[in-house]
């Protein structure tokens, strides 16, 4: 186990934006095992410049959304929420088998286009009592990690 995760870390720390990169190290938070792992492992590596962000939509409860929150405070990992927009896409409201691909393409887009005000980074290292965090205003490029795995490789 120790070595699959000394793996694991090996892989991130080569993926991921370092503290004096300029980058932003974003992961796709549900508050799940999976991402919930994937949060934990990336911050491990990246604390200063790592986010566990939640998009949030009409079809996110109240309940997952208190969940998620909590699962980053636990982790300690600095969260944010973005809005999502799923919902508008008829493919989604169809349910036709492929609600997670409108679901998730939806959080990507979302994500990719992340953008984080110095206030919102200030206010979520507050929150989570973590590293002093130096913030540029054109900190632009952001790197997304998720909780996907191999079962996960044959979805639509």
């Given amino acids: 186990m120790k070595k699959n995760i000394s793996r694991c870390l090996s892989l991130i720390k080569q993926?991921?934006?370092?503290?004096?990169?300029?980058?932003?190290n974003v992961i796709a938070f549900s508050g799940g095992v999976d991402s919930s792992v994937a949060a934990a492992l990336v911050y491990t590596c990246f604390p200063e410049n790592s986010f566990a962000v939640v998009g949030v939509?009409?079809?996110?409860?109240?309940?997952?959304?208190e969940n998620a929150i909590s699962v980053a405070e636990h982790i300690g990992i600095p969260q944010l929420t973005i809005p999502t927009d799923e919902y508008t896409v008829p493919g989604y409201i169809e349910n036709k088998g492929q609600s997670c691909y409108h679901c998730k393409t939806s959080l990507y887009k979302s994500l990719s286009r992340v953008t984080v005000s110095r206030h919102q980074i200030h206010e979520a290292l507050r929150k989570s009592r973590a590293y002093a965090y130096a913030y540029e205003p054109n900190r632009t490029q952001v790197k997304i990690f998720n909780g996907t795995n191999y079962d996960d490789l044959g979805d639509p």
């Fill in 57 to 65: 939509s009409p079809s996110l409860s109240t309940v997952h959304l």
């Fill in 15 to 24: 993926s991921g934006w370092g503290k004096d990169s300029g980058g932003l």
